[in-house]
């Protein structure tokens, strides 16, 4: 039975011996420091703010160099996009011509002075420009016809100040018609002036 | 085999030797010359006799007389008359001149009697075949020829060929190829066959497009367009050898012709900046410039005597067929009716110019003499017929057709009678083109 009540004293007075030792010993640390520590917290903690701030900052700053950046990308996108169609363009815009001829009329030279700006402003690009007609008529007269027209449009370009090197032109005659139909929307669509990248 | 073939030409150099009534200027005039098709003679060709107990002979004499009759049928000159009218058995009946009972001939209204004998010895067969006028009681051919029976269609054709001569005073086509373009692989492919469609093999293996084959007179080249470099390119390649040659030039090099009788061709060209036609060696290098007109200038072809071309030429602001005369350098146009006039083709005779015409939308082609006058057209209501080409002989004209929806290669004479499709294969076949005859392969 003594025993008991010794291990319940025990139980009780050391965690309250443990408690008052650390109060004690806080007490002794910190009760001389008081007024310094405080100025000090203060400026840790400035310090500290500083810092936060300044990661603000930075943070900020990276994020509107990345926000510039992304926008740079779109609008190097947006330009690169504009130029594939514009290059799009340019190789899928035909030139078209009437029945057993190699006149340039209004429409097929507004179109020509657009390929020719697209020229310049792609001064590496080459270009083949193949000519075709429809299938009326016959295969070797319409061979000769077809050169007769991507002639005309070379000439067209070169007289607007594209280097005659950089556009070789080729002839399909009847042989590579767009559309297989009989019918003059057909033809017509054939009758054309093709561009081709080299 | 070549044994065979060499024992064969020998046999047409020392065998032929010549039955009596050799053949006469006087004897041309069976036909009728401003039209022979109009009124076809009357031919009676019975089976050839053979001896009855030798079955490879009996075969022989059957498929030679059968291969005669439908080699002279696709002349167009001739009718046939019915086996079972015949007057006499073709086995029992005389063969040779003295023989002949002309009259039973004329009373079926044959004016015209083929007679042949098969012999078979040592394994070759040895044919006797003769061609008669029942109407004048006379020979007009006997031909002895001797050869393996694979030689049997080259003893029929040169007995056509005789039979051919005597009547019209020209040596027919039957030693003659034709050239032309089949899409069936998928691609446009130059392809050759016998005169009559038979035997059609394939002559290009580009996987490319390939167009306007022509022969040159000798008949061992073919000269063509091709995309097979790039193109379109001129190739000149041998019919049998692997042998080419191109022409080194930039641009477009359309349709090429050869000169009759020497090694050289004209072709358009535009390495100038102009298309131009120009003549060129057979390997393909310039000899001289023949036009001098700016604007299209194409499709040459030639006059059997090589001094004048005519060609399609956009001068007037329309393709329109010109001739030009190589001596005088001067250019006369000949074709004024209708706004397009394109793919001439002179006749081997000389005396006509074959050519298509667009009109309403519709191709046909006509027939104009070199000097001028009125065009003859030949094809009429039939879908579009393009690319004329004559015969060697200048009495039939290859033509491709759509009348059947496709376009496919069809012959008919010179006068547009006896039209009828030349071959059968799949896809499209166009631009053919006559050789002259080759007895020398």
């Known amino acids: ?150 002639e005309s449009a070379k000439a067209f370009l070169v007289n607007l100040g594209i280097d005659g090197s950089r556009l070789t032109t080729i002839s399909y005659g009847e042989e590579k018609p767009v559309d297989m139909g009989q019918n003059e929307e057909a033809w017509a669509k054939n009758r054309r002036a093709g561009f081709v990248k080299e | 085999m070549i044994r065979h073939r060499l024992l064969f030409v020998l046999t047409l150099l020392l065998l032929l030797i010549p039955l009596p009534w050799p053949v006469a200027a006087e004897q041309y005039n069976y036909i009728d010359i401003s039209n022979p098709f109009l009124r076809k003679t009357p031919m009676a060709v019975p089976m050839f006799k053979a001896a009855a107990h030798d ?25 046939f008359s019915d086996p079972a009218a015949f007057l006499e058995d073709p086995q029992k009946m005389d063969i040779t001149g003295s023989g002949i009972r002309y009259r039973n001939w004329t009373a079926i209204g044959a004016e015209l009697l083929v007679t042949g004998g098969v012999v078979i010895r040592d394994g070759d067969a040895e044919f006797e075949l003769r061609l008669f006028d029942t109407v004048k009681e006379k020979m007009m051919v006997g031909k002895r020829y001797r050869g393996s029976s694979d030689d049997l269609r080259q003893v029929a054709r040169r007995f056509c060929s005789e039979v051919v001569f005597a009547i019209t005073g020209s040596r027919g086509f039957f030693d003659s190829k034709i050239a032309f373009i089949s899409n069936g692989s998928g691609h446009k492919e130059i392809y050759l066959c016998e005169f009559d469609g038979s035997n059609i093999s394939r002559f290009t293996r580009h996987n490319s497009i390939s167009l306007f084959p022509d022969w040159s007179s000798d008949g061992r080249w073919i000269a063509y367009t091709t995309y097979a470099d790039k193109g379109p390119k001129i190739r000149i390649q041998h019919v049998r050898e692997k042998r080419a040659s191109w022409i080194n030039k930039p641009g477009l090099q359309a349709a ?33 410039r023949l036009t001098s007109s700016v604007g299209i200038d194409v499709e040459p072809t030639w006059s059997p005597d090589g001094k004048r071309m005519a060609f399609v030429s956009k001068r007037s602001g329309n393709p329109q067929i010109y001739i030009y005369d190589t001596f005088t350098g001067r250019v006369q146009r000949l074709t004024f009716e209708g706004r397009y006039n394109t793919q001439p083709n002179w006749s081997p005779k000389g005396d006509r110019i074959a050519y298509s015409a667009l009109r309403n939308g519709v191709i046909d082609i006509f027939t104009i003499n070199p000097d001028g006058g009125e065009p003859i057209q030949l094809t009429e209501n039939q879908g579009s017929n393009e690319a004329p080409a004559w015969s060697p002989d200048g009495s039939l004209i290859a033509f491709s057709s759509t009348r059947g929806g496709k376009s496919r290669i069809y012959v008919m004479t010179a006068y547009g009678t006896d039209q009828r499709r030349l071959l059968t294969l799949p896809g499209e076949q166009t631009n053919p083109k006559w050789s002259p005859n080759i007895l020398n392969p």
Request: proline share 3%; with cysteine.
């Open chain 2, 55 to 79: 079955p490879t002979a009996m075969a022989a004499a059957k498929a030679a007389s059968e291969l005669l009759v439908y080699y002279l049928d696709f002349t167009g000159y001739f009718t």
């Open chain 2, 256 to 288: 090429p012709s050869w000169v009759p009788g020497r090694f050289e061709l004209a072709a358009s060209l535009s390495f100038s900046g102009d298309q131009e036609i120009y003549l060129l060696t057979g390997n393909g290098k310039i000899i001289k």
């Open chain 1, 1 to 150: 039975m003594k025993r008991k009540w010794i291990i319940l004293a025990m139980l009780l007075v050391i965690p309250a011996m443990l408690f008052t030792v650390s109060c004690a010993k806080k007490a002794v640390v910190s009760e001389p420091a008081t007024t310094d520590t405080t100025a000090a917290d203060e400026a840790a903690r400035q310090a500290e703010l500083e810092k936060q701030k300044e990661i603000e900052r930075q943070k900020q700053l990276e994020e509107e160099r990345l926000a510039a950046e992304r926008a740079e990308q779109l609008k190097a996108e947006a330009i690169e996009r504009d130029l594939m169609m514009a290059e799009n363009r340019f190789l899928s815009e035909n030139v078209y011509f009437d029945f057993d001829t190699a006149t340039l009329d209004y429409q097929a030279q507004e179109l020509l002075k657009q390929k020719a700006m697209w020229l310049q402003s792609n001064p590496d690009a080459n270009t083949v420009i193949e000519g075709h007609c429809d299938e009326r008529g016959t295969n070797a007269y319409n061979l000769a016809l077809g050169e007769r027209r991507a």
